[in-house]
């Protein structure tokens, strides 16, 4: 099939009413739960994962994918307004967002971020548009052990890129990848570490781990600490009008942070958080007046906030093209797709373009309603940001507990929310991060299936994986990166002391 | 602050744990196979082995930072374990309402913003809540309410 035959089948599929409703309801929620503090894309996606067994796949995953793109929207509002960032990836925008606000200009602020926003995705999605099926090319020659050690590169990427403690990730992407492995053995049915429980013979649902972890944890975390927001200001559509000055210096900002989060999105490990760092980071370096950044500088919130956006669409590109989730949102993602019984990877644009084409498409009109929605709409979502987090986050429990247990009827389910609850919170509390372990659950099965297969077809030599060219490239990226991992875990003295050697 | 990091040392040691737990649980239950067959037990004994291994090393490196205190919430902690394990215990038997009811109360005790006025009020508008989403919504076919006896 032709490029233009696959948009066409992909707009059929995206104008589709079902898919348009939940598309609708995906932007409006993301856009909803970015403007809360304290519920962040992760939660949402988590949250509504219970949701999408009761659609088919295609409107799941376009209602999942709305959920997170548009949370990146709604995040920056509360950010601007309030000084508090909705999302994490939306906390740069607070740094220039909120000193306009308080210079009255929050209305230019809430309709340039937006726009940037919009651009910025816009961008992302042609790239994924234009470059998927070249990938696919590539990855269709893969064989097991490019799979396994572009698996190990994957995890390693994500949980020592942009972590605090790359050996703590590199823990909990193992301890995930063990969690994973829960359930019957594929080849020989046994069933492993389930002690002799029946419910686990299936293995650990993703939605109880996913809902246990950042849903019902989180929720202990935040109960007293999040304050919910007080505004007093009227945005009105005559306060969003921007001066000759703003349109400016809007366009060469944009597109640089378009490129920027484009980078950043499709790389494992990073995402929107550090594209729109490196984002405001830039501006301010080749920005002629620099000491306006801080004080409410137009740039510096446009191309950070062009940049998560821009980022949010090209992390699809390795999740749908190769199947390897570059971020936790994505492993949901892909979880999602096994739910409803897809294999994520390359074949999934041949085997399923109307799924894969569909999502891109309605990618667009998400893209279009968020501008809609954040625009002439912004009032309602000012209004959000005065719900108390005490009244929420009953809620959220509400919807976590009937969500699980609706999928199964399984009361089992509810318990191992509860129980990953509490591991995530003690988690939480010894400083261990659990996105690194959902990414390792998600891949955990698949990584020792196509092991198996490469140590089959090798006759149990491990060289395979340095004789095929393109997993010995993984491998040693792999190895530059878990050097590098370990050198960030040494002890400060001994580093500073080594640096001083030199 | 204290001059040792007591986070690692208790999650690096928990990892150590569990690790070889699960390392020694898959070399004595499962099959371990060759190199060439890997048997069901062979990956999950490596990992466990690995995992244990890392855990050592977080718990020893934690020896020679300082780490800052840690403050669990307790009552929050209770509060909201307390309310996820009613709803799993009463829905079964009960019904969809009486359990988001119980829920609410049970997670409302985490924070003094609501009293008991508040707790009913917030139980009723979640209850009608949830039967708009998922009964209405949804039409996830949930009891709404039962009796066992």
Known sequence: MGFFDNLALGLSVAFSWSNLFWCFVGVTLGTFIGVLPGIGALAAVSLLLPVTFHLDPTSALVMLAGVYYGSAYGGSTASILLNLPGTPSSAVACLDGYPMSRQGRAGVALLMSALGSFIGGGIGILLMMLFSPLIVDIALRFGPAEYFTMMVLGLIAASTISTASPIKGIAMVVLGVLLGLVGSDIETGTPRLAFNLPELFDGISLVAIAMGLFGVSEVIASIKVIQSGQIDKKITFRSMIPTRDDVRRFWFPMLRGAGIGSFFGALPGTGGVIASFVAYAVEKKVSSEPERFGRGAIEGLVAPETANNAADQTAFIPTMTLGIPGSVVMALMIGAMMIHGIAPGPQLMTKNPDLFWGLIMSFWIGNVLLLVLNIPLIGVWVRVLLIPYHVLYPAVLMFVCIGVYSINNSSFDVFMVMLFGGVGYVMRLVDLQPAPLLLGFVLGPLMEENLRRAMLISRGEFIVFLQRPISAVFIVITFVLLAWALWNALPRRSRGAAESAR | ?149
């Open chain 2, 1 to 149: 602050m204290y001059t040792r990091d007591y986070r690692d040392l208790i999650g690096g040691g928990l990892l150590l744990l569990f690790g070889l737990f699960v390392g020694f649980h898959a070399l004595t239950s499962y099959d371990i196979g060759t190199l060439r067959h890997m048997g069901p037990g062979m990956f999950p004994a490596w990992l466990g082995f690995v995992l244990a291994g890392i855990g050592a090393v977080i718990m020893v490196l934690g020896l020679f930072h300082p780490g800052d205190r840690i403050e669990p919430h307790y009552r929050q902690f209770i509060a909201v374990i307390l309310g996820v394990m009613v709803f799993a215990v009463t829905v079964g038997a009960f019904g969809m309402i009486p359990a988001v009811v119980l829920l609410t109360f049970a997670a409302v005790l985490a924070d003094d913003k609501l009293g008991v006025v508040g707790a009913v009020i917030l139980a009723v508008v979640l209850s009608v809540l949830a039967l708009l989403i998922f009964r209405v919504g949804l039409r996830v076919p949930l009891q709404m309410f039962k009796w066992p006896f």
